[in-house]
């Protein structure tokens, strides 16, 4: 596998997967529809191609476009690709939501960045700065083989380690497992209870304790009880005190059955939001 058509090249995502892949092995057709997003690449020495262009003979198809856009894009090229074609998803939700084109001679396959973790043995200033990974700091990568044989997941995998490189581990997963990755763990749950951390941040500024001091306040005690939580330092445990507040505040701060997002039904509710087409 040499050639990929690259769509969605000139957004955020397009133009980071398209540096990445520059200088590999793979052969990269790069196209975009918007103005802005062509010239960004012509700016990044990339020539945009023609949609009908860039999948003739293209092997594999990487699809850098919004969640909700997926089913409209890809309905209009499938009956142009080849049997084989390895087609690359971003992200699961299009999948997960039944918006993929039924066809049996097509390999779809879904990949998405874990970004570089929060302990790490990164010591390279430009590398502890890529917060979201692909550029300086290593990252863990998330695979699924949503349909094809099992050769598509090993090359859908090999160019996952290019796009979002540098890689550590690739965790193979069912598209089930990719769905509660994300939208449930990362956004659902953790990105509600990180706003509402900061949230409490600007409450207690609010309150009167000066706001630098609250943020490196709850910044450094974060990462030293994430690394209790996540037994990242052996013997690390709460205090007794943090035990009894932790406990008091719970039945506060959460309902009693706040893992109810994890339930099928309601993955697929959050799925079937993301991928609407407004």
Request: proline share 4%; with cysteine.
């Given at each position: 596998m040499k050639?990929?058509?690259?769509?969605?090249?000139?957004?955020k995502?397009?133009?980071?997967?398209?540096?990445?892949?520059?200088?590999?092995?793979?052969e990269?057709?790069?196209?975009?529809?918007?103005?802005?997003?062509r010239a960004?690449?012509?700016?990044?020495?990339?020539?945009?191609?023609?949609a009908?262009?860039a999948?003739?003979?293209?092997?594999a198809?990487?699809?850098a476009v919004p969640?909700?856009?997926?089913?409209?894009?890809?309905?209009?090229?499938?009956?142009?690709?080849?049997?084989?074609?390895?087609?690359?998803?971003?992200?699961?939700?299009a999948?997960?939501?039944?918006?993929?084109?039924?066809?049996p001679?097509?390999?779809?396959?879904?990949?998405?960045?874990?970004?570089?973790?929060?302990?790490?043995?990164?010591?390279?200033?430009?590398?502890?700065?890529d917060?979201f990974?692909?550029?300086?700091?290593?990252?863990?990568?998330?695979?699924s083989?949503?349909?094809g044989p099992?050769h598509?997941?090993?090359?859908?995998?090999?160019?996952?380690?290019?796009i979002?490189?540098?890689?550590?581990n690739s965790?193979?997963?069912?598209?089930?497992?990719?769905?509660?990755l994300e939208?449930v763990?990362?956004e659902?749950?953790?990105?509600?209870?990180?706003?509402?951390?900061?949230e409490?941040?600007?409450?207690?500024?609010?309150r009167?304790?000066?706001?630098?001091?609250?943020?490196?306040?709850i910044l450094?005690?974060?990462?030293?009880?994430?690394?209790?939580v996540?037994?990242?330092?052996?013997?690390?445990?709460?205090?007794?005190?943090?035990?009894?507040?932790?406990?008091?505040?719970?039945?506060?701060?959460?309902?009693?059955?706040?893992?109810?997002?994890?339930e099928?039904?309601a993955?697929?509710?959050?799925v079937a939001?993301?991928?609407?087409?407004?």
């Open positions: 050639t990929i058509a690259l769509f969605g090249a000139g957004g995502m397009g133009l980071r997967l398209a540096a990445n892949l520059k200088g590999s092995r793979y990269v057709r790069h196209v975009e529809i918007g103005e802005r997003g960004a690449l012509a700016e990044r020495g990339f020539t945009p191609m023609d009908d262009q999948l003739d003979g293209a092997e198809v990487i699809l969640d909700n856009r997926i089913h409209q894009v890809l309905g209009a090229m499938e009956k142009k690709l080849a049997a084989g074609t390895l087609v690359i998803f971003l992200d699961i939700a999948a997960h939501a039944g918006l993929l084109p039924v066809n001679g097509l390999s779809y396959f879904c990949t998405h960045p874990c970004h570089p973790p929060i302990f790490s043995d990164e010591v390279e200033p430009r590398a502890q700065r917060f990974g692909g550029e300086h700091a290593k990252q863990h990568i998330v695979c083989l949503i349909q099992e598509a997941y090993a090359d859908g995998e090999e160019i996952a380690r290019v979002y490189k540098p890689v550590m965790h193979r997963c069912t598209a089930e497992q990719m769905a509660i939208p763990l990362s659902t749950v953790l990105g509600t209870c990180l706003t509402i951390l900061r409490a941040t600007d409450e207690a500024a609010r009167g304790v000066p706001y630098q001091a609250a943020r490196d306040f450094g005690h974060m990462r030293v009880e994430l690394a209790i996540f037994q990242e330092k052996e013997g690390a445990v709460f205090s007794d005190g943090a035990l009894k507040a932790i406990d008091r505040a719970r039945s506060v701060i959460f309902k009693d059955d706040w893992k109810r997002v994890f099928p039904e993955i697929a509710e959050s939001h993301i991928t609407k087409t407004e």
